[in-house]
């Protein structure tokens, strides 16, 4: 049974950056799609960012040019860049896990995409 720990969340000011980690033990990281979700009191769980064990990335339109995905496989870690973070950008934020390609996915950015989860970060951005 594999495990995803997330970390890295806080409290920053508007314009300001963190950084995620995700931990993965126990999955095939040789084939993936992994991605990051972000999930605010009240909405749904939306997808924005993922990766490929190849290397190819996606993002959501708005956290293009300000988020970054990017994966260590030596450490089996994934990892989400965050800048110029805005208030709207508060959420608790999770990374997933699927052994299916992105490519070959329907929706990378689909949570019914995936079925491993973390436990989540929070992540707070003032004005």
């Known amino acids: 049974q594999g495990q995803l720990v997330e970390s890295g969340g806080g409290s920053v000011q508007a314009g300001g950056s963190l950084s995620l980690s995700c931990a993965a033990s126990?999955?095939?990281?040789?084939?993936?799609?992994m991605g990051w979700f972000r999930q605010a009191p009240g909405e749904e769980r939306t997808g924005i960012a993922a990766?490929?064990?190849?290397?190819?990335?996606m993002y959501t339109d708005s956290v293009k040019g300000r988020f970054t995905i990017s994966q260590d496989n030596a450490k089996k870690t994934l990892y989400l860049h965050m800048n110029s973070l805005k208030p709207e950008d508060s959420a608790m934020y999770y990374c997933?896990?699927?052994?299916?390609?992105?490519?070959?996915?329907?929706?990378?950015?689909?949570?019914?995409?995936?079925?491993?989860w973390g436990q989540g970060t929070q992540v707070t951005v003032s004005s």
């Open positions: 997933a896990y699927t052994s299916i390609r992105c490519r070959l996915l329907l929706r990378p950015l689909g949570s019914d995409e995936y079925n491993s």
């Open positions: 126990g999955y095939d990281y040789s084939r993936f799609c």
């Open positions: 990766i490929d064990s190849g290397g190819s990335k």
